[in-house]
């Protein structure tokens, strides 16, 4: 473990990644890189660098890539695991994780979330705020459970797959790789392709 931690992206996503790496009181320093150079602060912490100069602070540093975008977190983190950078996962002390539960590096829990009990969530994944995700869950990596979830028993979910605010799944379906699922949808079948899905029950709009 290292004593300094840089947070990649600091926008709104940075921002409650750093109020979790605040609270967890691990790191005597944490600092944000952002390519915008005009923000020289984020959260009462300093902006030291562009994205690229994770490069020059990779011995010293751990890092947190903090980009809401599936696939552009994906690339970075990625880009920094090959270049030999330690990546950490965020867990918020008021997250409630069950027993026999995998977390992939790179992922990060929020405040209010349940991941229960055997469930297995893979790297640069984002909890977001209060959702939930029941037993036997599987979560490929770079998925993104949006804030409010309700997300049942023996679910699968696909790489890179975004569940939007509010939205539910029903107990023992799979969600291919790279779909988005819509604010307030409800998923009660597989879906076995990738696309854009609205709706109650969900339907495909592109
Ligand atoms: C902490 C945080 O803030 S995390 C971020 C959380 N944010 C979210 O969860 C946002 C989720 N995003 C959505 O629901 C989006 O609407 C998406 C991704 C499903 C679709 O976005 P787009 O592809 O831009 O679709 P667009 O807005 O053009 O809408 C296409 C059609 O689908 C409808 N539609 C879009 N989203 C929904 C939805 N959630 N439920 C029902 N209908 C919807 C639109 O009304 C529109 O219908 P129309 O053609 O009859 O006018």
Redesign the pocket.
Same mark, same amino acid.
């Given at each position: 473990m290292k004593d300094k931690l840089l947070i990649i992206g600091a926008g !709104?996503h940075g921002k409650v990644a750093a109020d979790i790496a605040i609270k967890l009181n691990k790191w005597e320093s944490i600092a944000f890189l952002d390519d915008d150079v005009a923000t020289k602060k984020c959260m009462g912490l300093k902006v030291i660098g562009k994205v690229d100069d994770y490069f020059r602070y990779r011995k010293e540093a751990e890092f947190f890539v903090a980009i %809401?975008d599936n696939a552009m977190r994906e690339l970075l983190q990625e880009k920094l695991r090959t270049d030999g950078s330690n990546i950490i996962s965020l867990v918020h002390p008021e997250a409630i994780i069950g027993l026999d539960v995998e977390i992939g590096e790179g992922t990060v829990i929020m405040a209010g979330a349940v991941v229960n009990s055997s469930s297995n969530i893979g790297k640069g994944c984002i909890i977001?705020?209060s959702s939930s995700l029941d037993h036997d869950t599987i979560l490929e990596d770079y998925v993104h459970i949006?804030?409010g979830v309700r997300s049942a028993g023996n679910v699968n979910i696909g790489k890179g797959t975004w569940l %939007? #605010?509010g939205s539910v799944v029903s107990n023992n379906v799979n969600i291919y790789s790279g779909c988005?699922i !819509?604010? %307030?949808?409800v998923v009660i079948k597989h879906i076995n392709e990738p696309g854009?899905y609205? %709706?109650v029950p969900v339907r495909r #709009?592109?």
């Amino acid at each position: 473990m290292k004593d300094k931690l840089l947070i990649i992206g600091a926008g !709104g996503h940075g921002k409650v990644a750093a109020d979790i790496a605040i609270k967890l009181n691990k790191w005597e320093s944490i600092a944000f890189l952002d390519d915008d150079v005009a923000t020289k602060k984020c959260m009462g912490l300093k902006v030291i660098g562009k994205v690229d100069d994770y490069f020059r602070y990779r011995k010293e540093a751990e890092f947190f890539v903090a980009i %809401g975008d599936n696939a552009m977190r994906e690339l970075l983190q990625e880009k920094l695991r090959t270049d030999g950078s330690n990546i950490i996962s965020l867990v918020h002390p008021e997250a409630i994780i069950g027993l026999d539960v995998e977390i992939g590096e790179g992922t990060v829990i929020m405040a209010g979330a349940v991941v229960n009990s055997s469930s297995n969530i893979g790297k640069g994944c984002i909890i977001n705020t209060s959702s939930s995700l029941d037993h036997d869950t599987i979560l490929e990596d770079y998925v993104h459970i949006s804030p409010g979830v309700r997300s049942a028993g023996n679910v699968n979910i696909g790489k890179g797959t975004w569940l %939007g #605010i509010g939205s539910v799944v029903s107990n023992n379906v799979n969600i291919y790789s790279g779909c988005k699922i !819509g604010a %307030g949808a409800v998923v009660i079948k597989h879906i076995n392709e990738p696309g854009t899905y609205v %709706g109650v029950p969900v339907r495909r #709009i592109n």
